[in-house]
């Protein structure tokens, strides 16, 4: 009688931990949902490489205005990356494509312009710019830190400008390398916002 009741409460104790458990994981469920997790933020499954077809290296930078954005902070959004610089001709030429695309697509897209803080001779004008042409894009900075930078060293930059596309997963859809013309903007603009 005995052995027997032991291998009841050892049975009710199993059930008991399994329903806690289960419990546990459909509140974390709830909280993934329902909470910021599933709403802003993106586990990219597979390896990180700046090629078409792999998750995008995940970064955080400030932006201009001192707050902080996180490339996997997506809003199950698709994201556009351009990283560039002030003195850059092919740079200035998209930007007003780019600042078009921003204002009509900004609430079915992220847009992170990447700004290439450590080949800017002041970061003053940097600012100056963006006011002289009313861009009103969100502007993330990429200064030189720890001998390094996003641009360069974590996506393989070798040249101004490059642009990302990346899906809600995180992963690349599109990799272009040099200036992009606004029809092309606008044709990817499109197809992403679908």
Known sequence: M???NLIVLCVLLALAGAALWTVTQDKQKVDVVGGTQA???????GEARPEEGYCAPNFTLKTIDGKEVELYRNHGKP????????????????????QKAYAQYKDKLNFIMVNETSQEKDEAQIKAYLDKYRYTFPVALDPLKDKKTVGFDLYGLYGLPSTYVVGADGKILYRFIGGIEEEQIFMLMQELSR
Do not use: H, L, R
């Open 2 to 4: 005995k052995g027997k």
């Open 39 to 45: 709403t802003s933020s993106v586990q990219c499954k």
């Open 79 to 98: 994201t556009v990356i351009n990283f560039w610089a002030t003195w850059c001709p092919p740079c200035k030429k998209e930007m007003p494509y780019f």
